[in-house]
């Protein structure tokens, strides 16, 4: 296989990998947001006070336990998860056609945007 052939089937596992983290995003937060009309959408809103999500939406743990559950909050912020997840993993592919690759150079760089990406996500909350 040549460079451009190998250059042409990473451009589409990273074009599939964007286009399926969004497409299933916004699936699971349409299916969320129905649930959630149908609960609560008859509900009056208050605009003068701004509630964050409770803590059992704020973890991974929760929200899937809470998708699988059927809670529409778990699946509109699965959704979110699902959404922020998708470039991650895109930059995860990405590193894995570069060490495949033997290209060094790319292969450190993306190690270090990888990097910068899960400590932010991780850890970046904190302190």
Same mark, same amino acid.
């Given at each position: 296989?040549?460079? $451009?052939?190998?250059?042409?089937? !990473?451009?589409?596992?990273? *074009?599939?990998?964007? $286009?399926?983290? !969004?497409?299933? /995003?916004?699936?699971?937060?349409?299916?969320?947001? /129905? @649930? =959630?009309?149908?609960?609560?959408?008859?509900?009056?809103?208050? +605009?003068?006070?701004?509630?964050?999500?409770?803590?059992?939406?704020? *973890?991974?743990?929760?929200? @899937?336990?809470?998708?699988? /559950?059927?809670?529409?909050? /778990?699946?509109?912020?699965?959704?979110?998860?699902?959404?922020?997840?998708?470039?991650?993993? $895109? !930059?995860?592919?990405? &590193?894995?056609?570069? =060490?495949?690759? $033997?290209?060094?150079? +790319?292969? =450190?760089?993306?190690? &270090?945007?990888?990097?910068?990406?899960? +400590?932010? @996500?991780? =850890?970046?909350?904190?302190?």
């Amino acid at each position: 296989m040549d460079q $451009r052939t190998g250059d042409r089937r !990473v451009e589409r596992m990273v *074009g599939n990998v964007l $286009r399926w983290g !969004v497409v299933s /995003a916004t699936m699971v937060t349409a299916v969320g947001g /129905a @649930l =959630l009309l149908l609960g609560h959408g008859s509900e009056v809103v208050t +605009y003068g006070l701004f509630r964050g999500e409770p803590d059992g939406l704020t *973890g991974l743990g929760p929200i @899937l336990g809470g998708t699988l /559950a059927g809670k529409s909050t /778990a699946m509109v912020q699965l959704g979110v998860v699902l959404l922020i997840a998708t470039p991650i993993t $895109r !930059v995860g592919v990405t &590193l894995v056609a570069f =060490l495949h690759q $033997r290209d060094r150079l +790319y292969t =450190l760089i993306t190690s &270090l945007v990888l990097g910068i990406l899960l +400590y932010s @996500l991780l =850890l970046g909350g904190q302190g």
